[in-house]
């Protein structure tokens, strides 16, 4: 078998495995419909938490949510799944407000490190941003 033609074999199976894998879903990313959407997909986990309060990002892929005792719940999409955590002061390497409505997250937490959230508006960042210990 020719080089070209092991090429060709090659590109079309890998094209072949990206359709496949789109077509069946495997590209998508969840999103959260609302606050009592965030609620629900939290306490699957953590069915014991009182929460206070839900912020969701612009975007609805992550619901920022208000516990006890200074916690936040962290309810996030990644990939057509939800990872879910319960966040302290410790637990958080650094928190900066980026642009008008923004911030960036940093968690010492070595399977998920955090990211960046954009939210509706200015308030609402600085709100996530409070609650998570960051200082004005």
Do not use: C
Request: glycine share 10%; net charge negative; no cysteine.
């Amino acid at each position: 078998m020719s080089i070209l033609v092991l090429v060709i074999v090659v590109a079309v199976g890998i094209t072949g495995i990206v359709v496949a894998v789109h077509a069946t879903g495997g590209t998508t990313t969840v999103r959260l419909a609302n606050g009592d959407a965030a609620i629900k997909r939290f306490h699957e986990d953590f069915e014991a938490e009182a929460i206070k309060a839900v912020v969701l990002s612009s975007d609805h892929e992550t619901a920022f949510l208000w516990l006890e005792n200074n916690r936040i719940g962290i309810v996030h999409a990644i990939g057509d799944r939800y990872l879910t955590r319960i966040v302290e002061a410790k637990d958080i390497r650094g928190i900066e407000l980026t642009g008008e409505s923004s911030l960036v997250l940093g968690l010492r937490d070595m399977t998920w490190r955090g990211g960046t959230f954009v939210f509706d508006d200015a308030d609402t960042a600085a709100k996530v941003y409070q609650a998570m210990g960051g200082t004005a």
